[in-house]
């Protein structure tokens, strides 16, 4: 499960009130290498500097 809780991303900040999220990576290491493991685009979600959004990702091979 992916966790953005309060104040991550950087954004929405004291400029930018509020934020969207239309894009989702997963990154980790392979043989010390940082890949790109899946990347997804999804319908907006809006954002405050107060809200928490949980994500569940399944990895199917």
């Known amino acids: 499960m992916a966790t953005l809780g309060p104040g991550q991303p950087s954004r929405p900040d004291s400029h930018h009130t509020y934020g969207t999220l239309r894009e989702f990576g997963l990154v980790g290491s392979l043989d ?30």
């Open 32 to 61: 010390g290498e940082t890949v790109l493991i899946d990347y997804m685009i999804h319908p907006a979600i809006p954002r405050d500097p107060f809200s928490t959004l949980k994500c569940t990702i399944r990895l199917v091979l």
